[in-house]
Every structure is written in structure tokens, then in C-alpha cells.
């Protein structure tokens, strides 16, 4: 079955600091990837997403490239911000019109001024 | 004007009670699906409907019975409540011929067993 393995949490890092957090996936055919991010007390919204091989997802700053060859989507972000604390999901899902989608467990990012 | 609301957004309850949980989006969505998160984050799914037709029933107690009235509106229903069952509950949406995998979460109902 479809699974997705994230880096334990949590992280703590400084303001400006550069921000990796690593995903990686175990799925059937050719699933699509996601991030979604947790903000305190709210629910999961889509940060970015990539749905083929080699594909960039990119939004507020934040990128992610899905390669095939190592089954990854890491998430990267070159100068965090305090403001981007919060709880990371990648996910994927490989049923192209019935969207279920498997999450990691989430890492928690704290930043920190 | 929120696109996924849940009422309520926390409840606390005694063990063996029933309660539910109701969900509507204003999106425009024919799939609604409800999750679950555990105290570590950790987000599991329990049901899809699609256009009113269950289409994911992970495995889950049957004491948990969705409901789906019309294809904005997603309900849970919770028999006979168990310690188990406190966790944060979120309500999704998503539009099947849209953009794959995109989902629309509401703001979660945190649920209390004492």
C-alpha cells in the first residue's frame, strides 16, 4: 500500500536559517505529492504540490522537487520566517479522481527570533 | 464566509454518551471526507462520500456513522463515546474533476472523552 515517511520533529530553528524537511514515499503507478501545512489551531491548507516526476511545487517561498529516482519530495525553504511555524504534511496519493490522501506523520517547525 | 465549517469546534463529553459532529462547505465540491487526528498529529482517514455515496470506509469502530444529506453537507455520528475517541476531527472537500488531491479542510472539532 501507499505510505509516506517524514522526518521526526520536531524542528527548531533560528529566523533566516535555512529550512529541509524530508519526505519520502512508498506507492503504487505514479502517485501526485503534496505538502500541507498546519498552522496553530487551524486546519491543513495545500502549501504546494507536484503531480509528475521532476516536477518543482513552489508557493510562499517554500519548494519541493519530486524525484522519482530516490522516491523523495523534501521540502525546502531558503530563509524562514517566525511566521512560518507550524505543522508540515506531506502526503501523495495515486487515485486520480477518488483523492484519498496518505499523510506523514507531520513534523513540527518552531522558529524561533 | 468560510468555505468548510464544522460545528461544534470543541465538545466535552462523558464516556457512553452519543454526540455528532456537522460539516457543510460552500465550495461547490461533490466529495466531503472527515479525518482524524490523534494527540501526536499524526492524520488518518475514516470516511469519503461522493456525491452522497460512501466511497472510502477505512477501517474504523461502528460506532462512528457518517451521514451525508446532500453533497454540501458531511455528519458524524459517535455512539456510546470511548476515551479512545478524543482527538481533533476534520472535516474536507474536494472537487473529483478538479485539481487531484487538493482538499479543503475546516477548522477541526476537538472532541473530549472524560
Known amino acids: 500500500g501507499n505510505s509516506v515517511t517524514q522526518m521526526e520533529g520536531p524542528v527548531t530553528l533560528s529566523e533566516e536559517a535555512f529550512l529541509t524537511i524530508n519526505c519520502t514515499y512508498t506507492?503504487?503507478?505514479?502517485?501526485?505529492l503534496f505538502w500541507y501545512v498546519q498552522y496553530p489551531g487551524e486546519g491543513l491548507q495545500l502549501l504546494l504540490k507536484?503531480?509528475?516526476?521532476?516536477d518543482k511545487g513552489s508557493n510562499k517561498g517554500f519548494e519541493a522537487t519530486y524525484r522519482k529516482e530516490t522516491t523523495s519530495f523534501h521540502l525546502e525553504k531558503g530563509s524562514v520566517q517566525v511566521s512560518d511555524s507550524a505543522v508540515y504534511f506531506c502526503?501523495?496519493?495515486?487515485?486520480?479522481?477518488?483523492?484519498?490522501?496518505?499523510f506523514g506523520t507531520g513534523t513540527r517547525l518552531t522558529i524561533i527570533p | 464566509d468560510t468555505a468548510v465549517s464544522q460545528t461544534p469546534k470543541y465538545l466535552v463529553t462523558q464516556m457512553g454518551n452519543d454526540k455528532s459532529i456537522k460539516c457543510e462547505q460552500n465550495?461547490?465540491?461533490?466529495?466531503m471526507y472527515w479525518y482524524k487526528q490523534d494527540s501526536k498529529k499524526f492524520l488518518k482517514i475514516m470516511f469519503s462520500?461522493?456525491?452522497?455515496?460512501?466511497?472510502i470506509n477505512e477501517t474504523v469502530p461502528n460506532r462512528f456513522s457518517p451521514k451525508s444529506p446532500d453533497k454540501a453537507h458531511l455528519n458524524l455520528h459517535i455512539n456510546s463515546l470511548e476515551l479512545g475517541d478524543s482527538a481533533v476531527y476534520f472535516c474536507?472537500?474536494?472537487?473529483?474533476?478538479?485539481?487531484?488531491?487538493?482538499?479543503?479542510f475546516g477548522e477541526g472539532s476537538r472532541l473530549t472523552v472524560l
Open positions: 465550495l461547490g465540491h461533490d466529495t
Open positions: 502526503a501523495l496519493t495515486s487515485n486520480f479522481g477518488n483523492e484519498k490522501l496518505t
Open positions: 474536507a472537500s474536494s472537487l473529483t474533476s478538479g485539481k487531484n488531491g487538493e482538499l479543503f
Open positions: 507536484a503531480t509528475k516526476a521532476d
Open positions: 506507492a503504487t503507478g505514479y502517485p501526485s
Open positions: 462520500y461522493n456525491n452522497k455515496e460512501l466511497i
